[in-house]
């Protein structure tokens, strides 16, 4: 016995076998995030997870998350200066980090994975973060930035 398939019931048949076994991998997204001057673009990014980060442009720049600024678990991001860093984010949540050498004039951006259950919540913690260390002042307009951005979107 044969079976005989049509071309586009074939492609159809391996589509779905690629998501039945993949499942949402197959739909992952790469994100590119640019060093100009002193401002990351876009500073605030909103991924998926699974989806990955590409910091390209990064002459002279770095990417260090802020310990007290990520989700619980998170491995720590620190590169090279001026290397390219590429980022795959599995985990829902929101991530600071900052150009270390541009920290002063507030080169810093946001991450954020998916839809944060209490997103409200994570932001004030951060927030009230800078309290207790206070070389982390730059992230203080970042983060009130990202509350009227994450507003605008829904998200809070």
Request: aromatic fraction near 8%; glycine fraction near 8%; proline fraction near 4%.
């Amino acid at each position: 016995m044969s079976i005989t398939l049509s071309k586009s019931r074939a492609i159809a048949i391996v589509i779905f076998a690629l998501i039945a076994t993949t499942g949402k991998a197959a739909f992952a997204a790469d994100h590119t995030i640019t060093a100009l001057a002193v401002k990351f673009n876009p500073m605030f990014t909103y991924i998926e997870p699974g989806d990955t980060v590409n910091w390209e442009s990064m002459d002279g720049h770095n990417i260090e998350t802020i310990d007290t600024m990520v989700p619980e678990g998170f491995e720590k991001i620190n590169s090279e200066l001026g290397a390219s860093v590429s980022v795959t984010f599995d985990k829902e949540g929101i991530i600071v980090y900052k150009c270390t050498p541009h920290w002063g004039a507030r080169m810093g951006g946001l991450i954020i994975v998916g839809k944060p259950a209490d997103a409200g919540a994570i932001l004030d913690a951060y927030f009230a973060s800078i309290e207790s260390d206070r070389s982390n002042l730059p992230a203080k307009g970042l983060i009130k930035k990202a509350r009227k951005d994450m507003e605008s979107k829904g998200l809070l």
